[in-house]
Nanobody, 119 residues
Framework: VQLQASGGGLVQPGGYLRLSCAASGNIFSINYMAWYRQAPGKQRELVASITSGGSTYYAGSVKDRYTISRDNAKNTVYLQMNSLKLEDTAVYYC??????????????WGQGTQVTVSS
């Protein structure tokens, strides 16, 4: 199984970006999808998550600005980021808990995509 993230880039404050992360390989189902980020000199932090049932979680710093969604048919998770701030600059990583069979679940990470907010 591989996760391929895309959509990062350079944007001005107040701008927007949409990140995507697609899983490929021998996938039975995907229970949990999430986005993390890591800024220089800081620990990786959970930004948003979404369960197979559609329940979402957002970190306080991004609530009302970011929206996480998923397309189960495409094994893909998205992160719509609006009203971006300088402090949103980080490498963003997707994470998925994937069932490889009805009894085997493993944790996978994407390669990271750089988001830079700068004027």
């Amino acid at each position: 199984v591989q996760l391929q993230a895309s959509g990062g880039g350079l944007v001005q404050p107040g701008g927007y970006l949409r990140l995507s992360c697609a899983a490929s390989g021998n996938i039975f189902s995907i229970n949990y999808m999430a986005w993390y980020r890591q800024a220089p000199g800081k620990q990786r932090e959970l930004v948003a998550s979404i369960t197979s049932g559609g329940s979402t979680y957002y970190a306080g710093s991004v609530k009302d600005r970011y929206t996480i969604s998923r397309d189960n048919a495409k094994n893909t998770v998205y992160l719509q980021m609006n009203s971006l701030k300088l402090e949103d600059t980080a490498v963003y990583y997707c994470n998925m808990r994937i069932l490889l069979s009805s009894r085997l679940e493993r944790d996978y990470w994407g390669q990271g995509t750089q988001v830079t907010v700068s004027s």
